[in-house]
């Protein structure tokens, strides 16, 4: 899966992060491995012409969707019998996130990983204008954030261990070579 990222906001992001959030989505979705996807993180002025000038609505969003046109209609992007393809863009904007993140009372980085995941399930086919697609798209999205973060802590505290158990066996003489 071939993930890029672009930090154009001017906000200090943990880029790998997202990149780690978009991928564990859409490997959770089943989306090919050979599919392609943009992260752009944009300043307010930006995401503000974005929304205006795609969902003519005024003022910057949070995050928007842009999947690519030339992509067959009638195939599924999460099916692994699908060939090669790019999938699309997610657009962020960690300025506006940040009073998001203010009112959730969470920091600036988890609102990017629910804004990351959220967009890849608009790239996937999700929405949220109806109540029973917006439970269903709200539902999933809690749901990968939830793994990933258990998968995240799960390979950190595994991490901290082995730096644990190599001090051990430094101080104890038995440190490979």
């Given amino acids: 899966m071939s993930i890029e990222i672009c930090n154009e906001s001017g906000v200090a ?22 599919a392609e996807l943009s992260v752009l993180l944009v300043e307010l002025d930006v995401m503000a012409e974005l ?3 795609w969902m003519e609505l005024p003022g910057p ?8 046109d030339e992509l067959d209609a009638t195939r599924r992007p999460d099916s692994l019998d699908d060939p090669e393809s790019i999938l699309g863009d997610v657009v962020l904007c960690p300025e506006f996130a940040r009073g998001q993140a203010t009112a959730a009372g969470h920091p600036l980085a988890d609102e ?17 204008a109806e109540p029973d697609q917006e439970r269903e798209m709200f539902a999933l999205q809690n749901q990968l954030l939830a793994r990933w973060r258990a998968e ?21 003489g038995l440190e490979e070579e």
């Fill in 51 to 53: 929304h205006q000038r």
């Fill in 61 to 68: 969003t949070d995050v928007m969707s842009f999947p690519m």
């Fill in 13 to 34: 992001v943990d880029e790998r992060a997202i990149v780690s959030v978009a991928r564990f989505a859409l490997d959770a979705m089943r989306v090919n491995p050979l």
């Fill in 112 to 128: 990017l990983h629910l804004l990351t995941v959220h967009g890849v399930l608009h790239l996937l086919g999700y929405d949220h």
């Fill in 152 to 172: 995240r802590a799960a390979a950190e505290a595994r991490q901290r261990q082995r730096a644990a158990d190599s001090h051990v066996l430094g101080t104890v």
